[in-house]
C-alpha cells in the first residue's frame, strides 16, 4: 500500500512520539531493574546462607548420628530439632526460589535428598538402638548416607552457582541494559534528528516522491550495525566468562596454596606459642625480678629511714652536745666571772693586804720608833743607873765622908762627951740619920740591879723571879714575891718569890683577894699600899701569926701593869716598923713602873713577831694563787720587755718566763692581732690605772697559735709595780669550741636547706620551733621578729595548710615514731610522705620534728607501673588462655587421629569397627580443619586493624540484619526492635560492628526459650566519652554464678544441643576489645540477657 | 587382684570415646564399657548405679567439656558417699599436655592417675592388673 505524503507528513511525527514514548518507558524499565537487582542481592545471599545452612545441618545431623553409633550417648538425639530445622530451611529456600522453575526443581530434587538423608540418619538410630553397635556401624558402612550427603552438597553447590550466576547475569543485563539505553538512547536521538532530516527533506522532496526508499534503506544499514554491534558485545561476554572460568580455576589452586600456608601457619602458630610460653615465662621471671626490685628498693628505704634516724640521732647527739657546750660555756663563764670575782677580791685584798703591809710598815716603823725609844729609854735608864752608881758612888762616897765625919764626929764626940750632955743628944739623932741612909743605899742597890735586868732579860717570868732575888738579896728585905690577877681579878696566884719559908709555900700560891685587903686596894686605886705593922694593924688578922714567926713588920705592895691595866702586884715583906719614907717609896714606885715598861716591851715585840709572820703567810697565800692560776700575769715595761710573767706561761705557751728577758712580747704575737693591740695598749699608756680587754694570738713555743683573752693595765705609776700588767687566758679550746660550732650549725643548716624535703618541728602548743627553708619558702613566713606562729589558731598560711594534721601530732606528742602518706586532691593529685619524730626532753615529749618529702612522682610512676604491669598481666593471661585453649583444641583432634591410627594397625578389628574409625578419622580431621580455619579467623581480628574506618549507622546494620535472616524472624515470631536514638552513628570498621550486631542477635535467636516470644531490644546511649550499647533478650539465660568466667572464653558452650561451636561470643568480645570498647554480661537463668557494650569516642 | 572388667567413659568427644572403647575392647576383650557425652548423665548414673556394691570400675575423665569441666565434676563427685567412690577409680584422659592440670590432678585423692589422650593399651594392661 502506498503512503502518500500527507500520510507520511503525519505519520513521521507519529513516529517520533512513538520512539520518545518507547525511550521513556525503557528508563523506566532500566530503573525498575536496578531496583529488582538490589532485590536479587539480597535473595541471592539469602538462598546462599539458606542452602549453606542446610549443608551444615546436614553435617551436624551426619556427626550427631555417627556419634550415637559410638556412644548410644541418646542426648545427641537432640538433633531430632535439627530434622524440623532442615525440613524447615528446604521449605524457606523452596519459596525464595518460588519464581525460578530450575531452582524449584532442583530444590525439590534436595528436599528428596534429605529426606532420604533424614530417613537413613534416623534408620542408623534406630539400628543403633534395636540392634547394637555393630549393625549400626554395618549400615553407616553402606554409605548410603554419604551418598545423599554427596548429592546435598551437589544440589545445593548447584542451586548456589545456580543463584550465584543468575545474580551475576542480572548483574550483567542490568549493566547492559543500561549501556544498551545510553547506546538505544543515543541512537534514538540520532534517528529523531534523521527523522527531522527527513522530515525537512520530504518536505523538500513533497515534489520529489522517489527517495523515500533510499531512505529506508539507510534505516535498515542502521539496524544492521546495531545487530552486527550487539553479536560483539555476546563474544566479548563469552570471553569474559571465560576468564571468569579461569579466574575460578585459579582460585582454586589460591585456595589450595592457602591450605598449604595454613599448614605452615599452624606450624608456625606452634611455634609462636611456644614462643608465647617462653615469653610468658620471662614475663613472670621480669615479674619476679620486678617484685624482687621493689621488695630491695623497700629494703634500700628502709635503710634510708634508719640512715635517716641515724642522722636524726646523730643531730640530736650535736645538738646535745652542743647544749652541753653551751652548759659548759656558761659553766666557763661562770668560772671566768667567779675568777674575775676572785681576781677582784684578790686585787681588793691585794690592796688590803698593801694596805696592811702600810700599816705594818707603819707599825713596824713605830715599833722600831718604839724600840729605838726603848733602845733610848734604856739607855736613859742605863744612864740613870749610871747615875745612880755614880750617885751610889757618891752616896758611898758621901757615906765614907760621912763615916768619916761620924768617925770625926765620934772623936769630936768623945771629945765633947765629957763636956756636954746635949752633944750626947745630938749623936743619937745621927745614928738614926746614919740607919736611913743605910736603907736607902740598899734600894738603890736593889733598883740597879732590876733595872739591869729589864735590860737584860726578856721574858716575863725570869724578870719576877730575877727582881725577888734582887729584893731579898739587895733591898734588903724579908720576903719579895709576885703575883698575878687572874679569875676577874677574884684570886692573886703566886709567879716568882724568894724568902718565903719552904712550909708557907702553898698559903702564897693562890691567895683570894678580899674587899678592902691590900690587894683589893691595889686593883680599885691601881696604886701602891703600906702596911706598916703587920702584927696589930687591924686588917692583917689573917697575915698575924706569920708576921709575928717571921719578925715581919711592914708589908709594901706595887702594882704591876700591862697597857695600863693592873694585872699584877710586887709584894716586899720587911722586918721594920713604918719600913718606908717618901723618898724610898717613890724609889719603889719607879721600879715597879720599870718592870710594868718592861711587861709592855715584851707584849709589843711579841706581837711585832706575829705580824711578822702573818705578813709572810699572806705573801705565800698571795703567791700561790697567782702562781697556781691558769691565767698567765706579765708585768712589762712599756716597750714589752717582761718583768714578771707566772708560772702558768710555761703550761700555756711552753716558754719558761725567763726566755722573755731579753725578748720582746711583741716576737710571740700574731701578725694579723699586733696592729690592733698596739693600738688599744698605746691608748692607756698616758692614763695611770687604765685598762682595755684584748683577745690575740700568740705563739706557743711548737710553733701553734694560742688564741688569748684578758685585759692589760697601766700601773706604770703604781708605786712597786711600775709597769704593765696583763692578765690572759688561753681561750684556744673556747675558740675551736665555737668554730666546731659554728661549722655544725653552718653543716646543719647546709642539710636541712639544702633539700626539697620540709623540716620543721612544732611544741605542745602547735607553734613552730624551727623549720628549714624549703619549709619555709612553702608556708612563705614573714621573716620578721613576729611571735611564733601558732598551727592551731588558724591565723597565717601555715595552719590551713597543716592543721589537718593536728591528729599526727598528738600521736607524735604521745610519744609515737611514724610516717604517714597524705594524698592531696587539690590543685592537682600529690602525695606527701610525712615521718613524725617525737622530740624529748628527760622523759618528756616536748613537741615533734616533721620531715615531709614529695613523693607525687613516685606515686604517679608507681601507678602508671601497676597499670601497665596489669595491662601485661591481662594481655598475658589472655594470651595464655589463648594458647592453652588453642593447644587444647589442636591437640584434642590430633590425639584422636593418633589414637585412631593406633586402632587402625590392630589387626583384630572387624570390618565395621575400621569402617567406623575411617569415620572417626574423618570426622577428626575435619574438626582439625574447622579449629585451624576458626584460628584464622580470630588472627584476622587480633592482627592490626587495618581496615579503613568509616561512618556506620547502627539503624541500617540492624535493618539490614534483619532482612537476611527475615523469614526466620517470621516464622519463628522472633521480635527485633532497636532504639538508636541516643546516637545512630559511629565512626569505625564497618564488617566488626556488623559481626558484632549478628553474632549477638543470633546467639539470642539460638538461646531463645521455645515457650515464649523471643524478643530482642538493642539500644544506644551517648556519654561525655562513650557509646554504649545494650542487647536484651528474654532468652534462657546463663548461670554466671557458674559460668561467668568462661561465657566469652573460645569453645566454651553452655547449652548443650543446640548448635554452635563457641566461637561467638569469643569473636564478639575479640572484636569489641580490637575497636578499643568493652564488653559486660547480666543474665538470670530463665529470664534473659544482656550485654552492655561500651566504645570510645 | 582380678582384673577389673567395667568401664566408664566421660567425655564430650564422641570419637575419643570409640577410642577409648576400641583399645579397652582389644586389651582386655569383652567387657562393660559405658560412654557420656555429657559429664552430668554420667554423674547421674554413677550416683543411681553405686550405691550399693558392685563391680569395681575404672572410670576415665575428660578436662575440657562445655556444660561441666572436669574438674566441676570433681566436685560433685566428691561429695558422694564413701561406698559410691571405693567403687569407682577416676583417672583423668585429656589432650591438654598442661603441667597445671597434671599438678591440679594431683591434688585431688581421688583422682588415681592423669593420662594424656589417646589412650593406649599398655597402660589399660597396667591399671587394670591384666599385664600382671
Redesign the interface.
Known sequence: MKINIHQKILLIPALILAALGFIGYSVFKINQNILASEKWVQHTELVLSQSGKILSLTKDIEVAS???V????S??LEHATLHYTILLLVGKLRALAERNSNQQQRIDTLNLYVQKFLDFSNEIIRVRRMEGLEAAIKLVSTRQGMADMVRIRQITNTIQQQETSLLNLRKLSNERSVVAFKRFSNVTFILLIIFAIVLIVTIRNFLIQNKTKALAASTLLLANAELAFQNEEKERKAAELVIANKELAYQNTEKEDRAAELIVANEELAFQNEEKERKAAELIIANRELAYQNTEKEHRAAELIIANAELAFQNEEKEHRAAELIIANTELAFQNEEKENRAAELIIANRELAFQNEEKERKAWDLIAANAELAYQNEEKGNRAAELIVANAELAFQNEEKERKASDLIIANTELAFQNKEKEQRAGELKTAEEKITKISYLYAFISQVNQNIVREKDQSTLFSNSCIQAIKFGKFKIAWIGLFENDNTVFSLVAQDGIPGAHNASFANIKVHSNDPLDHILRTQSYYIVNDMQNQENMESWKQFSISFGINSWLIFPIKKSGIVIGAFNLFSTEINFSSREEIALLVELTNDISFALELFEKSRQQRGTEELILLNEKKFRSIIEKSADMKFLSTPDEKLVYGSPSIIKVLGYAWEEFIEVSLFTIFHPDDFEEFVEKRNMILQTSGKSFNTVHRLKHKNGKWIWCEGTVTNLLDEPGVHALISNLKDISEKKITEEQREFDRNNLKALINNTSDFMWSVNRRFELITSNQPFDDWVVIDPGPAAPMTIANGTGSLPSKLIRNRTSYERAFAGETFTEIEHETSPVDSWCEISYHPIRQGDEVIGTACFSRNITQRKLAEFERMKISNDLLRRNEDLEQFA?II??NL??P???I???T??MN?T??SAE?KE??RL?LN??ISRLDTVVTDLNEILQVKREISEIKEKVSFSELVENIKISIKNLLETDQIEVLHNFSGIDQMFTMKSYIYSIFYNLISNSIKYRRMDVDAKIEIASERFDNKIELTFTDNGMGIDLD?KGTQVFGL??????GIEGK?MGLFMVKTQVEALGGKINIESRLNKGTAFKIEFPI | MSIVRKFILVDDDSINNLISTIIIETALGQVDITAFQVPENALSFIQQEYKEEREPTILFLDLNMPTLSGWEFMEEYVQFPDVVKEQIRIFILTSSIDNRDKDKANAYSNIAGFVEKPLEEKLILSITGAAM
Open positions: 555417627n556419634r550415637f559410638l556412644t548410644n550417648d542426648t545427641l592453652y593447644s587444647h591437640r584434642s590430633v590425639a584422636n593418633l589414637g585412631l593406633n586402632a590392630l583384630s578389628l569397627r567406623g574409625i572417626a570426622d577428626s557458674k569453645y566454651k558452650r553452655f547449652h548443650p563457641g
